[in-house]
């Protein structure tokens, strides 16, 4: 039983000091605030059966619901919109992607973005990235 817990702490840490956290069945992303929004945060990816689910948290968030994407291409040189997010609103976001796997997103080739609102899709607050596995 003290093995047990005492792994399981280990384990914790290693995860708790790596910068980009992967484990068997979720990744954690850090989104990068743009044009000044002070919008940063982390994006979760969790497998959940056959669904992805994407939760995203940043500080400063607006009330204005805020368009989030999975786009193709990295947050240097954004391509079309993969896969359409639930709105952030309050720096908050959780959607549940049916069908997709981790896998799917974990080639190196695809971004999470976030608008600054529906009117102003060419502003973006916060991106990042995410990463190959």
Not at 30 to 37: I, Y
Not at 88 to 109: C, E, I, N, P
């Amino acid at each position: 039983m003290r093995t047990s817990i005492a792994l399981a702490a280990i384990f914790a840490l290693a995860l708790a000091q790596s910068g980009s956290v992967k484990a068997a069945t979720g990744v954690q992303i850090t989104m990068n605030a743009q044009h000044g929004s002070g919008e940063d945060g982390t994006a979760t990816l969790s497998q959940n059966g056959d669904s992805l689910v994407v939760t995203i948290a940043l500080k400063n968030g607006t009330t204005t619901p805020q368009p989030a994407h999975i786009h193709t291409g990295s947050c240097a040189s954004l391509g079309g919109v993969k896969y359409p997010l639930t709105n952030v609103v309050d720096g908050k976001s959780t959607t549940t992607l049916k069908g997709v796997s981790l896998a799917t997103v974990q080639t190196g080739g695809f971004a999470i973005n976030v608008h600054k609102s529906a009117s102003d899709l060419g502003t973006y607050v916060s991106c990042g990235d995410i990463p190959k596995m």
